[in-house]
């Protein structure tokens, strides 16, 4: 099974299409919130690598990905300086925000959920560079298609470093859970469009 074939397995749901097309007539928009959820990303793993410094393993993982996420975020703002794109402002999507309301908060429960919606970000995202990538010019289908490899691995690493956390207790109804919440997620309208939004409503 190739790396974006498992991710499609995980995933509940695929893109909607509607999805789809309103990022092409937005590509400007989805350039910029794409910046911004490269820096979130980077961010999320440093502040996990404050808060867990009894796992080395997640230390190591987390120490790359989060090196690799800021080196995606140069190379988004590049391109947007290249097409003349101001980095404005732009306000955060409902869906990290809303898969965080659902992480416990007593350990190690807290770390197991985070590191599970850390892996639905990074396969969606994934899932979303691989569908818009053949619509996209040659620079930015390029560029989209050479994140697959990393993103992949960053939802494998974290999905990973979730089950260590358990120590050998099952997670799957911990991720049946935040897999029927982004399914409800990525299927219903949202008012504005951004990268991890639902279809435009």
Not at 4 to 9: F, P, R, S, T, V
Not at 138 to 166: G, I
Not at 188 to 194: A, G, H, I, T, V
Request: charge should be negative; glycine fraction near 4%.
């Amino acid at each position: 099974m190739s790396a974006l074939d498992d991710i499609h397995a995980f995933l509940p749901c695929p893109t909607p299409d509607s999805w789809i097309a309103a990022a092409l007539e937005h590509q400007d928009l989805l350039l910029i919130d794409h910046a911004n959820c490269e820096k979130k990303a980077a961010s999320t793993a440093l502040n996990l690598l404050y808060r867990y410094t009894d796992d080395f393993d997640l230390l190591n993982k987390l120490s790359r990905l989060a090196r690799e996420e800021m080196l995606h975020f140069e190379r988004v703002i590049a391109i947007m300086q290249q097409r003349g794109i101001a980095y404005g402002s732009l306000s955060a999507s409902r869906y990290a925000a809303r898969l965080h309301q659902d992480i416990r908060r007593r350990e190690p429960e807290r770390r197991i959920d985070t590191l599970i919606v850390g892996a639905l970000i990074e396969a969606r995202s994934c899932e979303r560079f691989a569908k818009l990538a053949p619509h996209l010019d040659d620079e930015l289908r390029t560029f989209y298609e050479s994140l697959l490899k990393s993103e992949s691995r960053h939802y494998r690493d974290y999905l990973v470093l979730a089950r260590n956390a358990a120590g050998g207790s099952l997670i799957d109804d911990r991720i049946d859970h935040f897999l029927t919440l982004e399914r409800e997620l990525i299927e219903s309208p949202d008012k504005e469009l951004r990268f991890h939004s639902g279809p435009p409503g």
